[in-house]
């Protein structure tokens, strides 16, 4: 079995407002990029390029982007995530978040960090 490199590199420069963004790359190819946003709510964005879905790169790269979000101050966080939306709730559910309420499409979540 041949191993993949897997590196998340913080970008230079973000294309979102007050947001870092960060580029996961697989054996040197760009196959996703996340932001994090300094805020309580939803302060991690990750994207995964379609094709290469379903191969545990959005995972690799939240957690990675949790590592960096865990250097700070902060104690916990909330994520808002619609119900549809399976792929994202898996990833933090399996990083440690459970659900706190319900509205309408959108389940809530906390996170704690420490």
């Not at 379903?54 to 902060?74: A, C, D, I, P, T």
């Not at 559910?93 to 319900?102: D, S, W």
């Amino acid at each position: 079995m041949i191993k993949e490199l897997k590196e998340v590199i913080k970008a230079d420069v973000s294309d979102r407002e007050l947001a870092d963004k960060y580029i996961l790359k697989v054996d040197g190819k760009e196959v996703g990029f996340g932001y994090l946003f300094n805020r309580e709510t939803n302060p991690i964005e990750i994207f995964v390029l379609k094709e290469f879905q379903s191969n545990g790169y959005g995972k690799f790269l939240f957690g990675e982007l949790l590592k960096v979000l865990k250097q700070g101050e902060r104690l916990g966080v909330l994520f808002e995530v619609k119900d549809s939306d399976y792929r994202f709730r898996n990833i933090i559910m399996q990083a440690g978040a459970f659900e706190i309420g319900r509205n309408l499409q959108t389940i809530k979540y906390a996170l704690k960090l420490k």
